[in-house]
């Protein structure tokens, strides 16, 4: 049987606003299907977003969805998640949202190893503004605040969130959609703070200035420049340079922010309740 896709779809929101050739739907479907492995109802599923293009996704699909501000979606995700852990809450970021406005939000989730799943579809661009630099824009391309090409650097986004001490980390392209949807899956199999970089397209206002308006050329840029994990520890930095490097670069067993927020329940309440019987306050403590 063909794949439903309409379970997962809100037909009342369509048409979407995404411009022909975006690598933003992509994304979408390998999400969806990622989603539909995993045997959840859509009742159980909670999608977060900022705003952005990429952010338009949480409007489209049909579970729990909240469109929440600019750099805020894990925020609003951690608080559903403390709220209700039983539920499956995935955020959908974009590079602007995630790593500029929303930097301190995506460090700290992963620092506190936070249970949610970052889709965090990386255009290197803020697009739906009108094509401003982002933290994620290579240097010498150009963006509406860059005319002359950008001089900063960008960050690895992997690296980043692997060093602030996310526990499962991968890469992959739209080019690449079966794997994209594979890493997915997999994150979504995953306690703790887990996040999946989806290099994604935007041929409008990035293509447009960075002489590749035509979605397909993006797609035969990232065939030709990807480069695997495994081959690419083989590489030097020079061989390196303007590479995607694509695979799984982190997936550790670490418990996660909830099992641990549980325990240290269970601890005060134990201690609460020795006091209680005990009919004294812990040492230095006030107001009880
Ligand atoms: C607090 C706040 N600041 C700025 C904006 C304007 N704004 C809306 S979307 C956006 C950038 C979106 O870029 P990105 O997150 O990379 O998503 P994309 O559109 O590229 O998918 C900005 C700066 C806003 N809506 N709210
Ligand atoms: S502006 Fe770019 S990211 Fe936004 S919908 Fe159009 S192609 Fe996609």
Redesign the pocket.
Known sequence: MAFQYETYIRPSTFPHIWCPGCG?GIVVKALIRAIDRMGWSNDEVVVVS??????RTSGYLDFNTLHT???RAIAFATGIKMANPALKVIVV??????L??GGNHLIHAARRNMDLTVIL?N?E?????GG?Y?P?TPEEKMASTAPYGQIEPPFDIVRLVEGAGATFVARSTVFHAVQLENYIFKALNRSGFSLIEAVTN?PTVYGRRNRMPIPASFHAYYKKNSVPLEKAAKMNAEELAGKIVTGIFVDVDKIGFIERYGWMSDRAQAVRKKRYIKGSSPKGEVGN
């Open positions: 933003n900022g705003i952005g293009c990429s952010s501000t600019h750099g970021s974009g590079d602007g949202d995630a500029a406005i579809f255009n661009i803020y697009a739906m503004t401003q982002s994620a935007c």
